[in-house]
Each structure stands twice: as C-alpha cells, then as structure tokens.
C-alpha cells in the first residue's frame, strides 16, 4: 500500500522568525515519524535552507503565484495539501493567497485541502472576511483553541460542521541538558546559590509588553534581593529594534543590569534549563492569553506557573481560562502583573495549585497525540 502523501503550503518556515513557520516544521517532522511523506512549498526566503523535503520556490504570494503552486501541485500530486494561514510572508497579500484552494481546486483535479487557521479571533474585522474564499473551497478548517473556533462558527454557522480543533504543542520540546550543558547555561546568566528567577518568553515587541514586565520585576526585585529576571526571546523584525532600546532604557534606569539576564532566542535544551528553573513565568499579550500561544504551552508541559492575561469583556479562550492553569489577570496595569506574580512566589499553596492543573492539562498538548489527531483528519479526507 502507497503511504499518503500530503504537501504542505507555509509562507513562513524556519530560519523566518515567525510562530506560524516554526508550527509547520514541528508538524511536518511529527507526521514524518507517523510514515506520511510530507514535503513543504515556502518561500524562497535567504534564511530558509532547501531540505530534502523543504521547497523554497516562491518569491512573493501574490496572484501570479497562484499558478505557480498549482504547477508545483500538479507535478507533486499529493493525496491531500495542508495549508497554513496568515503567515508573516503573506499577510500583507492575503487577499491573493484567500483563493489558493479554489485554484488548486480548479486546476489540480480537486485535490482535498485542509487549512490550519491561525489567529483568526485577533485579526482585523476586514481580515476576517477575506478569509472566507479561503474557507469555502477548503474540506477541513483547523483551528488550535477554542477562541477561533467560536469566532470562526458565530461568523460563518453554515462552516460548522468542516471545523476540527487540532491543538498546537510546544514548539520547544521538553529536553534533558547534560550537566556540561547546564554548567555554561548557568555561567551565562552569571548563576548563583539563593538565585530566584521570574522568566518570560517570545519576541521582544511592543504587544508583549516587556516594559511593564521589567517595570513589575523591578518593584519586586526591591523586596527580594534574590530575584532575578530572565528574558528569553529576541526581536522578530528589525522595526522592533526601538522598542527593545526603550527596554534596556528602562532596565539601565532602575540599575538592575545586574538582575536582568537577556539570554536570546532558546532552543529545546535551553527552554527545559531556563524554564524550570523559574519560580514563575509571565506571558502578557495585547490580545490576550489562549492556547494558540505557544509560550503558555511551553510553560505549562515544563510546570512552571503563569501570570498572563485576559483582554476584559471579550470571551477569549474559554478552554484556557476555564482550566485555572495559569494564574489569570484582567489588565496590563503594572500594579495587578506585581501584586499576582508577588502572590504565586510567595504563596506555596497557589503555586501548587497552579501546577496541579497545569499537570491536568499538559497531556493534550503532546505531539504524538496531536499527530494522532491529524493523521486521522488526514485518513478521513480521504474516505470521501
């Protein structure tokens, strides 16, 4: 029996610094391992290397791509094509990429797609709309938490029955460092006994809310001489570069260089030293926590609590905030990020709390479980 073959459409894939491109390379390794022969169509982006399986071939995602993709499809004639969307190289031509299913379903004998939405429920009013070409010639809309599904399904009732919820996993896999490995990673944030560290994590711009961490971190650091601050995370584009500057301004005038550590973008085995040894994480977003953010995830399958937030009045992630595994906050007010962070430090009974549920819910974000879920999408769409 032929394995199935499924080509996977991304405008983004590492090395791009995008969340949605790191997605794609973790699914399409985990389905490699399930014996489905994948193979991935990106852009051909300077940073992004051909593999045996990696095609970077498309310069710019606009109309004229279309038929190039199509081409691409006809001569790979993949048993199904993944597709994921927005992505950082086209969002900006989204209207373009929106009829990519249809002319794949013109063109390419009607090949079954599925599409894996990513931040629906955050995106603009007029983005929402231009996605629906996208929806209505795709077999299968995938969805990663419960926000997108809801806003997807309110919008558009009669897609009800094509929406599948496929959660994301950590993009950072939980790995064991050598003790070679954890001496230099101790060495580089100048570690010593009696240390406690806050961390947070993802790229340093200005809906991540950084200063307000740092400002948080430097009242707390005043009562707790031991406490020190861990970032974990780089900027994503070079525009994010000022904000960054107004960061370290910041950090420089409360003269808490020396409490500060900015260890840069992390691997696996960075993640699983940097992580844990937190005493707590905070994740602020300007849209919001849900469990398509992977750093919640990376945080929760490590057990590490969360302070993150919530915008008020607005439904958000009912499965998140439902689960009480991260310690939830109604704004991004300096004072509420302080005082709950300076509750799960030093509050022991919270903090085990936290981490019961948090151990409740880390199963479900695990990748062969995820890959199950897919393959079995995959092998459904393929009955039809």
């Known amino acids: 029996m032929n394995k199935m073959k499924v080509t996977v459409i991304s405008g983004s894939f590492p090395r791009m610094r995008c969340g949605v491109g790191d997605y794609t390379k973790k699914m399409t390794d985990i389905m490699l391992r399930k014996d489905v022969r994948m193979e991935v169509l990106t852009s051909s982006d300077g940073s992004i290397r051909e593999a045996g399986y990696v095609h970077p071939v498309i310069k710019k995602w606009n109309i004229f791509s279309l038929f190039k993709i199509a081409a691409f499809i006809r001569r790979s004639s993949p048993d199904i094509v993944h597709l994921q969307a927005p992505t950082l190289s086209y969002r900006a031509t989204l209207s373009a990429v929106s009829i990519l299913p249809a002319v794949l379903k013109m063109f ?212 998140l905030t439902g689960s009480g595994a991260c310690s939830i906050i109604n704004s991004l007010s300096e004072d509420e990020v302080c005082a709950r962070t300076e509750a799960v430090l030093y509050d022991g009974s919270l903090a085990r709390s936290l981490k019961g549920k948090m151990a409740a819910q880390a199963d479900k974000f695990n990748w062969d479980t995820i890959a199950g879920d897919i393959l079995r999408i995959y092998s459904g769409m393929l009955k039809r």
Not at 287 to 304: D, E, K, L, P, T
């Open 108 to 319: 390419c004998n009607r090949v079954p797609v599925m599409l894996t939405i990513h931040d629906y429920a955050i995106s603009g009013t007029l983005n929402k709309f231009l996605f629906l070409p996208l929806f209505l010639f795709s077999d299968i809309i995938a969805v990663t938490n419960e926000e997108d599904r809801n806003d997807i399904a309110g919008r558009f009732p009669f897609l009800r029955g094509r929406i599948r919820k496929v959660r994301m996993g950590p993009f950072l896999e939980v790995s064991e460092p050598d003790e070679a490995e954890k001496a230099g990673l101790r060495a580089k944030i100048f570690y010593r006994s009696g240390d406690r560290f806050i961390s947070t994590l993802g790229f340093l711009k200005r809906d991540r809310h950084f200063d307000v961490i740092v400002k948080a971190f430097h009242r707390l650091s005043v009562r707790d001489e031991h406490l020190k601050l861990l970032i974990l995370g780089d900027t994503q584009r070079e525009r994010d570069n000022p904000y960054v500057r107004y960061v370290l301004s910041l950090i420089k005038s409360f003269g808490i260089e020396d409490k500060v550590h900015w260890a840069g973008l992390c691997g696996p085995i960075e993640a699983s030293f940097y992580i844990p040894l937190s005493e707590v994480g905070i994740l602020l977003f300007d849209r919001g926590a849900s469990f398509r953010r992977s750093s919640i995830i990376n945080y929760m399958v490590r057990n590490v609590p969360v302070v993150t937030n919530i915008v008020p009045d607005h439904s958000g992630d009912t499965e």
